[in-house]
C-alpha cells in the first residue's frame, strides 16, 4: 500500500497523528486523490473529524476542490453529514457556497435534502470574519470602533443560530470582570458589550445597511442584524437607567447590584409571564420583539411582510410567539408547527438547544413537562414567574395525555 492510500486511510478514520506523520514527510499528499477522485479533507470532512479536518486546512487543503465524478465539494460533505464544527471551520477557510455538483446542487440544497436544517441556516447566514474586525482598525471612526475581545464575541453571536434577546443579556453580563460598575473603574468599559453598546448598536446598523442594497441584498441577515442592535440598545438603556448615568456610577437608592448582575432586572422583565398560559409576552419580551418589527427600516422586504403576516393574527398570550416566527423566519425553515414535543425545542430562558447547534438534550419542568431548560441556572432565572402558571401547565398536559390514550383506545378497538 503507497503512502497516499494509508495517507486517506488515516484522514477518512481519523487517525491525527498518523495523518500528521506521513504529512510530515511529504506535503503533496494534502491535496493528492484517492480511485474514486475525493480527496483528504473531502473524506475526513463526510466522516466528521473535526481535528483532522482542522489540520489539513492549516496545511494546504484546497476547501473548494471538487471530486471528478459528481462534483461534490467538502462542504457539501460536511453538510450531507450535519457536522456544525467542520461547516463553518470550511466556510471561514473560504469555501464556496454558490458551488454546485453535478445536479446542479448547492451545499445548502444538499444539507437541507437530507433534513440538516441547521447547516442550512448556518450557510445562508454565515458572515466572514473580516467584516467585523475591520470595525477593530485604527482608521475605523470612533463612534465603530469595537476593541477586538468584543469584536470576536460579536462576531460569534452573529453567526450564531440563537436569535434570543435573553441569550443576548445573558452574554453581555458574562462578560463583565469584576470590577465593572464600581464607582471610577471604567478602564475595562471598552472591552465589554455592555459598556461598549453604543458602538455595537451602530456597527450592526451599518452591516444590516450594507446587506440591504440593490446590490446586495440579504433580508434574513439584515433582519437578524436589526434585532440584534434593538437588543444591545435595550440592555444598555436599562443599564444606564440603572445607575443613574452613562458612567457606570450606580444610583444611591439602586436596590440592584450593577456590578454583580447588571441585566437581571431586565430578564426578568422579559420573562415574566402573563395568561393564559405564562408565555413570555405582555409588557415584556413579546412586546419589544413585535416593536423591534415595527421599527425595522426595510419595510418593502419580503421577509418582512412574511413575518407581519405571521404575526399579525395572534393574541397576545398565545402562541406561535414573536420569538418563534423571527427564529424560523431568519432560518428559512417556514412556518412554526405547534405540535412539536417540547422536549425537541430550545431553551425556554436563552434559546439554546438542539435546534441552535447545542448538543445537550433540554430537560422538561419535572411537575408540568411543558416548559424546558438547557441548564439549572436557566430554571432558576424562570421560576420567579413560572411557578404560577406549572399548575395551570401540568392541568393541560394531563388533559391532552388523556384524551390521546382514549384516541388510541378508540383505533384500537374500532
Not at 506535503?27 to 474514486?36: A, E, H, M, P, Q
Not at 444598555?236 to 439602586?254: D, I
Not at 413570555?280 to 426595510?298: C, D, M, N, T, Y
Not at 395572534?314 to 418563534?324: H, R
Request: with cysteine.
Amino acid at each position: 500500500m503507497s503512502n497516499a492510500e494509508i495517507f486517506h486511510e488515516a484522514a477518512a478514520a481519523g487517525e491525527i497523528e498518523k495523518v500528521k506523520a506521513l504529512l510530515s514527510m511529504d506535503k503533496c499528499l494534502v491535496n493528492s486523490l484517492n480511485k474514486d477522485g475525493m480527496s483528504p479533507l473531502q473524506q475526513a470532512c463526510f466522516r466528521g473529524h473535526v481535528n483532522t479536518v482542522e489540520y489539513l486546512l492549516e496545511n494546504g487543503a484546497d476547501v473548494n476542490s471538487k471530486d471528478p465524478k459528481q462534483g461534490y465539494t467538502s462542504l457539501m460533505f460536511a453538510g450531507l453529514a450535519g457536522n456544525l464544527d467542520i461547516v463553518e471551520m470550511l466556510l471561514q477557510h473560504g469555501a464556496r457556497t454558490n458551488y454546485t455538483n453535478s445536479v446542479g446542487r448547492t451545499a445548502a440544497q444538499m444539507a437541507a435534502f437530507v433534513g440538516n436544517h441547521r447547516v442550512v441556516t448556518l450557510i445562508n447566514n454565515f458572515v466572514e470574519k473580516e467584516e467585523v474586525d475591520r470595525y477593530t482598525m485604527s482608521t475605523t471612526p470612533s463612534d465603530l470602533k469595537l476593541h477586538p475581545k468584543v469584536a470576536y464575541l460579536l462576531y460569534r453571536l452573529i453567526i450564531g443560530l440563537n436569535i434570543s434577546p435573553i441569550k443576548v443579556f445573558l452574554m453581555m453580563e458574562s462578560n463583565l470582570p469584576t470590577s465593572f460598575g464600581s464607582r471610577g473603574d471604567s478602564s475595562d468599559a471598552s472591552s465589554t458589550l455592555l459598556g461598549s453598546y453604543r458602538s455595537i448598536v451602530h456597527v450592526l446598523e451599518d452591516l444590516g445597511s450594507r446587506y440591504f442594497t440593490p446590490h446586495q441584498t440579504h433580508e434574513a441577515l439584515a433582519l437578524k442584524f436589526h434585532l440584534f442592535a434593538c437588543c444591545f440598545r435595550r440592555a444598555g438603556e436599562f443599564y444606564e437607567s440603572l445607575t443613574g448615568n452613562a458612567t457606570n456610577e450606580p444610583k444611591e437608592n439602586s436596590k440592584e447590584n450593577p456590578a454583580r448582575s447588571p441585566l437581571r432586572g431586565l430578564i426578568r422583565e422579559f420573562l415574566r409571564g402573563t395568561d393564559p398560559h405564562g408565555l413570555p409576552l405582555a409588557l415584556g419580551q413579546e412586546k419589544f420583539l413585535r416593536q423591534v418589527i415595527a421599527s425595522f427600516g426595510h419595510q418593502e422586504s419580503t421577509l418582512w411582510r412574511y413575518v407581519v403576516n405571521q404575526i399579525g393574527p395572534v393574541k397576545l398570550g398565545y402562541s406561535p410567539t414573536a420569538l418563534s416566527i423571527l427564529r424560523n423566519a431568519i432560518s428559512g425553515q417556514g412556518p412554526v408547527l405547534l405540535d412539536s414535543d417540547a422536549s425537541s425545542e430550545p431553551c425556554t430562558i436563552c434559546g439554546d438547544g438542539p435546534e441552535c447547534g447545542k448538543e445537550f438534550s433540554i430537560k422538561l419542568c419535572h411537575n408540568c413537562k411543558e416548559v424546558g431548560y438547557c441548564s439549572v441556572k436557566c430554571q432558576r432565572l424562570h421560576w420567579f414567574t413560572h411557578k404560577q402558571y406549572c399548575p395551570i401547565l401540568k392541568k393541560n398536559h394531563d388533559a391532552m395525555e388523556r384524551s390521546q390514550k382514549k384516541l388510541v383506545q378508540t383505533k384500537s378497538a374500532s
